[in-house]
C-alpha cells in the first residue's frame, strides 16, 4: 500500500499521529513535523478532508542523493510523472534546499522542471504548461546535505485554510495550531472552553466544529490537488464526503465562550463563527481579562496572549498578564488553564507554576504551551 506524510507545524507531530490512528491509520512520527501513514487514495481523499492539525498531506515518490545538475536530471527522469496529469494540464515545482552543493533552489527548481517536461515531450510529443498559481500538479523537491527527497502533492492550498475566516485580527492563530492546542489540553467535545483573549474566535470555533464532529474541509473553497490528477475517483470522493456528513451533529454537546477586549475583533470573530455554522455554540462577550467569569463549575481556559514580539511592547504587557491570574485565582477555582507563551519574561508575571510544558512553534516563534491546575 502507498505511503503518505502528513505535513503540521514543528511540535504538533505526536498530536497529528494520535488523530491519524483515531481515523484509522498506522501512523508513525516522523521528525518534528511529519507523520507517515499508508494508505489507498480514498483514504488520501479522507486524511485531507477530515484532519485539523496537518497543514498538508504529500505522497513521496523518490529518494536520491545528486552532487551536481546532471544527477539531478537523470535520477528525475527515472520516474513517470505522466502518469498524474495530462499534457493539456500545468504544473509547478516546490523547490527548497538546504546544506547542499546546489545553492539556488530556483535553479533547482528549473532542472526538475527541465527534466518532467522532456519526458512528457518524448512521450507525448507536447508537454505541460508551468502554472505557478494554481497548477495542476505540484512536485515538492527538498535537498538537504545532497539527498533529494521527491514527493506529490495532494492537498493544495493548505489545510489551515479552513474557509471560514475571511477576516481576521491581529496575529491570528492558524487554525490548524489551534486544533492542536485543543488536543493538548484533552478537550473532549463535551469540555466547556473559554478564552480569554479570543481575537477572530480560532481556538473557540475549532474547538466547536470537533464537538460537531464537522469535518475541517467541509467548508473549503478551492479544490484539493488530488481532485485534478487524472486518476482521481470522484466516486470515492462523493463517498468519502458523504460518509463525513453523515458523522456531523446538528448541536455540541457543549458551550464555548470568548471574550475581547476589542469590539471590532469580536464582531469579525461573530462573523467567523457563523461562517463556520457554529455560531449557536458560542458565545462572545466583551470585556477584559480581568472582568472574566466562569460561565461553569469546570472547564478549560485556552489561551493565546501577545508576547511582545507582534503586538506591544513586554512591560507594558506584564500586566495584561497579571490581570489573567488575578481572574483564574477569583474566578476559576477547579479550572485547567492553557496558555500558549512565547515570551519568558511574560509568562512570570503571571506567579503560577505549570504543571505541564508543551514546545510547539507558532509560525517562525518557539513557544512553550503550558498548563495550569487553578486551586
Not at 471560514?164 to 489540553?185: D, I, N, W
Not at 478551492?222 to 482521481?232: I, P, R, T, V
Not at 477586549?261 to 461573530?270: H, Q, S, Y
Request: glycine share 6%; aromatic share 10%.
Amino acid at each position: 500500500m502507498p505511503q503518505f506524510l502528513a505535513v503540521t507545524s514543528r511540535g504538533l507531530s505526536d498530536v497529528l499521529a494520535e488523530e491519524l490512528k483515531e481515523l484509522g491509520f498506522d501512523a508513525k512520527v516522523k521528525g518534528l513535523a511529519g507523520v507517515t501513514f499508508e494508505s489507498n487514495w480514498e483514504g488520501v481523499y479522507r486524511a485531507n478532508l477530515e484532519l485539523r492539525t496537518a497543514t498538508r498531506v504529500i505522497k513521496p515518490v523518490m529518494d536520491f542523493p545528486a552532487y551536481n545538475p546532471e544527477e539531478l536530471y537523470a535520477n528525475i527522469l527515472k520516474h513517470d510523472f505522466t502518469k498524474y496529469i495530462n499534457p493539456t494540464q500545468t504544473f509547478a515545482i516546490d523547490a527548497a534546499v538546504r546544506e547542499s552543493s546546489f545553492r539556488d533552489q530556483r535553479f533547482v527548481a528549473m532542472k526538475i522542471k527541465d527534466a518532467v517536461a522532456d519526458q512528457f515531450r518524448e512521450k507525448f510529443g507536447e508537454r505541460p504548461s508551468v502554472d505557478r498559481d494554481e497548477p495542476d500538479l505540484v512536485i515538492m523537491a527538498k535537498i538537504v546535505k545532497n539527498q533529494v527527497s521527491i514527493a506529490i502533492d495532494t492537498t493544495g492550498d493548505s489545510l489551515s485554510n479552513r474557509g471560514y475566516r475571511s477576516e481576521a485580527g491581529e496575529a491570528p492563530l492558524r487554525e490548524h495550531l489551534a486544533a492542536g492546542l485543543l488536543r493538548f489540553a484533552d478537550v473532549k467535545p463535551d469540555t466547556v472552553v473559554v478564552d480569554p483573549m479570543c481575537g477572530s474566535g480560532t481556538i473557540l470555533i475549532e474547538a466547536a466544529l470537533r464537538a460537531r464532529a464537522i469535518a475541517p474541509g467541509s467548508l473549503r473553497q478551492k479544490k484539493y490537488a488530488f481532485q485534478k490528477l487524472k486518476d482521481f475517483k470522484a466516486e470515492a470522493w462523493d463517498k468519502v464526503v458523504t460518509e463525513s456528513l453523515d458523522r456531523e451533529s446538528a448541536a455540541s454537546p457543549a458551550h464555548f465562550y470568548g471574550y475581547d477586549k476589542d469590539g471590532d475583533v469580536l464582531e469579525i470573530a461573530r462573523r467567523n463563527a457563523e461562517r463556520a455554522g457554529v455560531d449557536n455554540d458560542i458565545t462572545f462577550k466583551y470585556g477584559a481579562v480581568d472582568q472574566l467569569e466562569a460561565p461553569a463549575e469546570k472547564g478549560v481556559i485556552i489561551v493565546n496572549p501577545p508576547y511582545g514580539e507582534r503586538l506591544g511592547v513586554t512591560e507594558e504587557l506584564k500586566d495584561v498578564y497579571r490581570d489573567l491570574a488575578y481572574s483564574l485565582k477569583r474566578n476559576f477555582k477547579g479550572w485547567t488553564c492553557w496558555l500558549l507563551s512565547g515570551n519568558e519574561d511574560l509568562t512570570k508575571s503571571l506567579k503560577l507554576k505549570s504543571t505541564r510544558r508543551c514546545p510547539v512553534f507558532n509560525g517562525s516563534i518557539e513557544c512553550r504551551f503550558l498548563e495550569y491546575k487553578v486551586n
